[in-house]
């Protein structure tokens, strides 16, 4: 796929009353096509409603975040149009919680990106509500961290391939790369992967010594992999009916604990040992780590791509306390949050 076809970004946002209201955001620069993009005039002005099957080269690419993740999200959009080679055929889709002020969401967006076309849709919370059971950390128990188990139910059918990404990200370089790597094999999904990584501590020791359970990953070779990054062939998910495998494992989560942490453990569960590589560049993860104490997390080594504020820590929390680990400085130029000293009275 060329990376000068359209790139659509799909973004899921939950905005609580209180958090939402009280930010106030930059107005973020414009960026302009290069002679080379294939450019198609959209048939809408920004924030209305559009035809996604106009262009069948479209680049879909979604995202997750939840009532706190605004500020980190405005930072995700500026990076990904700053480091587009064709910014301006960039359109988002954002995924609001059932709960969230539309019309505030909608304000906030076209006032800090006023040229951007985009979509919003609801996600009802109950949805995934009844099946999540508790994790380790609270935010993993948001319904709205769920929502990328039904992306291909959301989003119209003529949305083929999608680009997964959490909102707690920055890119550095151009998201057609991304959105251009190849399915293999007949692949659902492409992700980094992490195969030195402890996979049975993702499940509990019920799972592992039920060989009706354990059995699952046979004649596989599971490795870790984060779903904050990756890129999903939605005609393939449709066709196996990848949701409803996803929710049956989080069933029998409900009846009896076979893992510990949040939405992760069901991909793992369906998709572990049967996705297409990504480079790790793509995912440098693990950023948000706790830095109690000082003790902050590297980067990987080899190349950057996209930085990934996975974890407890975020960059604009620990920014706004005086507590930035290093690479916390790599997010603050794409911080659009206006400053107090700035607002009018």
């Not at 999200?73 to 609001?96: D, G, R, T, W, Y």
């Not at 139910?153 to 959105?179: E, R």
Request: net charge neutral.
């Amino acid at each position: 796929m060329l990376l000068s076809s359209k790139i659509l970004i799909f973004i899921t946002i939950s905005i609580g009353a209180t958090n939402a209201k009280n930010l106030h955001f930059r107005e973020a620069p414009k960026f302009y096509n290069p002679p080379h993009c294939y450019s198609v005039t959209l048939p809408m002005a920004a924030g209305n409603t559009l035809s996604l099957c106009f262009n069948t080269t479209a680049i879909h690419v979604a995202m997750t975040l939840d009532s706190v993740y605004l500020r980190g999200s405005m930072a995700a959009i500026l990076s990904v149009l700053q480091h587009s080679s064709c910014p301006e055929n960039v359109v988002f889709h954002f995924i609001a919680a059932s709960s969230t002020n539309v019309s505030d969401l909608r304000s906030k967006i076209t006032s800090s990106f006023p040229y951007l076309v985009f979509k919003i849709y609801p996600f009802d919370d109950s949805t995934a509500a009844g099946l999540i059971s508790n994790a380790i950390r609270e935010a993993l128990d948001c319904p709205l961290n769920y929502a990328r188990n039904y992306l291909a139910n959301l989003l119209p059918t003529c949305v083929q391939k999608i680009v997964y990404l959490d909102s707690d990200v920055v890119l550095v370089d151009d998201i057609g790369k991304l959105a251009a790597t190849p399915l293999t094999n007949d692949a659902v999904l492409a992700a980094p992967e992490y195969c030195n990584a402890n996979f049975t501590s993702y499940f509990t020791p019920t799972f592992w010594s039920n060989p009706s359970l354990s059995l699952t990953f046979a004649n596989r070779k599971p490795c870790y992999f984060n779903t904050g990054v990756m890129v999903i062939d939605l005609e393939r998910w449709r066709a196996g009916d990848y949701t409803t495998k996803i929710v049956e494992w989080m069933e029998l989560q409900k009846r009896i604990r076979i893992y510990e942490l949040g939405s992760l453990p069901p991909f793992l569960l369906v998709f572990a040992g049967n996705i297409a590589p990504v480079d790790h560049r793509w995912n440098q993860h693990g950023l948000g780590g706790d830095n109690f104490l000082g003790l902050c997390r590297d980067l990987h080594p080899g190349p950057v791509s996209l930085l990934h504020w996975s974890g407890k820590g975020k960059p604009w929390a620990r920014l706004d306390a005086g507590r930035p680990c290093p690479l916390d400085a790599l997010w603050a130029p794409y911080d659009l949050l206006r400053s107090p000293c700035f607002l009018e009275s």
